[in-house]
């Protein structure tokens, strides 16, 4: 008897842990780029293009998710959710970056995965308004300000 209650001890406290775990996980915040690049993480020749001299990566380094493959992965996904969950199904609000042009013709956000990765990384590189600027870290920062 005391056995079991023993076990079911110990089965409880892992999943509890387990649980508080995945729970650290989902709500961590992303890497920045310059978090990303001082633990180590290789960038490949077109990221280092991306945020390459007077980029808006290199300028905002200390604000935005790092983009380089294997980094961030998972909030990557989570933002592709939370860029779906708009009311009215897939179709994402227009916006001054063309995010309907990008994702208007997809069938579902599953066509999409990895898209909205790749297209923040494409938007680091340009130069651009300060609304521009401010659609960005909407839609690529999980909610960084944008610097003064």
Do not use: H
Not at 91 to 119: A, H, I, R, V
Not at 122 to 127: H, I
């Amino acid at each position: 008897m005391n056995t079991a209650v023993a076990a079911g001890v110990v089965v409880s406290s892992v999943a509890v842990v387990a649980t508080a775990y995945g729970v650290s996980e989902y709500v961590r915040r992303p890497l920045t780029i310059k978090q990303s690049r001082d633990r180590g993480y290789p960038e490949k020749k077109d990221n280092e293009d991306n945020y390459g001299e007077n980029s808006l990566g290199e300028e905002y380094k200390d604000y935005l998710a790092g983009a380089a493959d294997g980094v961030n992965d998972s909030w990557w996904d989570r933002k592709q959710e939370w860029f779906f969950s708009l009311e009215g199904g897939d179709t994402p609000k227009e916006t001054g970056l063309g995010f309907k042009t990008l994702y208007g013709e997809k069938e579902s956000k599953k066509d999409n995965k990895g898209e909205l990765k790749s297209f923040c990384k494409a938007e680091y590189a340009k130069t651009v308004s300060e609304t521009e600027k401010k659609e960005v870290f909407k839609y690529c920062s999980d909610g960084y300000e944008v610097p003064k």
